[in-house]
């Protein structure tokens, strides 16, 4: 039988983030991938020009025909472009008794946009922490949910402890955007925490580097992989992924998403 994920986010028409660069990695991993639009961004390499989020009403609308008819072993989260869309994405979850979902905060664009207003972080922070199994915060991110500042690599874990309080049943904060000459991600949960540390490689087409990861991982989960396993083969997916970046565009192109065998 076919893995399946259903990929809950926004549409990049530029193809570098979002709901395409998921797509792309769920079928690198041989998964079938099942995109719910909640917005549409007006988006080229050099920045997110606009967002317009869809309706509740039809986000719910999506989860619900594909749920009945198809169904899911994991789900992601990423993009949800408003505070009612991010409610309504809850109420599914719960709704649909939904137990294997990764939720990507998705709170900017790697070019600083803001993709969620302050109303969205409060939902997220309220209705949807709580009910993901793995949330996937870049350092940025862990620090805007917790109030937590990361400078180095002891407060990824105090960070990813902070995350975790609010409810998640495991947290890995990706520390790709800190300086230095390794890349280490933080895994907690089950009482542990793990590093997950490779080399920095220099790049510049690095667009839907977090969609791409935390795919990967949703990935995983749905082939049977248990959370340790599949974050460190997301981790090492996504290095190579960097390692094939496509050079498109003025600004940041967009990562290449390998075949899983090949990563
Ligand atoms: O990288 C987060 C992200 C997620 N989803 C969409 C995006 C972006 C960043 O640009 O455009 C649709």
């Known amino acids: 039988v076919t893995a399946r994920v259903l990929t809950i986010g926004g549409v990049d028409p530029g193809g570098g983030a979002g709901i395409a660069a998921d797509l792309r990695t769920l079928a690198a991993f041989g998964v079938h991938g099942m995109p719910v639009v909640t917005a549409v961004t007006v988006q080229d390499t050099l920045a997110v020009h606009s967002t317009h989020p869809i309706a509740p009403d039809i986000v719910a ?15 992601k989260t990423g993009m949800l472009g408003s ?9 599914q979850i719960r709704g649909h008794g939904l137990e294997t979902v990764v939720v990507d905060p998705v709170l900017a ?7 969620i207003d ?13 009910l993901a199994f793995v949330a996937t915060p870049n350092a940025a991110e862990a ?10 690599e002891n407060d990824l874990r105090l960070a990813a402890d902070a995350v975790q309080a609010l409810g998640p049943r495991w947290v890995v904060v990706t520390g790709g955007d800190l300086p230095g000459d390794d890349v280490v991600d933080v895994l ?42 599949a974050v460190d083969r997301a981790h090492r997916y996504v290095r190579v992924a960097i390692a094939y970046g496509l ?5 940041a192109g967009p990562v290449g998403q390998p075949r899983a065998e090949d990563a």
């Open 109 to 115: 664009s790697g070019t600083g946009q803001r993709l």
């Open 143 to 152: 620090t805007a949910l917790t109030g937590v500042t990361v400078a180095d």
């Open 83 to 91: 505070w009612a869309n991010v409610e309504t994405v809850a109420d």
């Open 188 to 229: 907690v949960g089950d009482g542990t925490a793990v590093l997950l540390r490779s080399s920095r490689l220099q790049a510049r087409d690095t667009h839907g580097t977090g969609c791409t990861f935390a795919s990967a991982l949703a990935a995983c989960l749905a082939l049977g992989d248990d959370v340790p396993t």
């Open 247 to 251: 050079r498109l565009g003025a600004g």
């Open 61 to 75: 609308a999506q989860i619900d025909v594909v749920l009945a008819d198809i169904g899911a072993d994991a789900i």
């Open 118 to 130: 302050d109303d969205g972080l409060a939902v997220l922070i309220e209705q949807l922490l709580p």
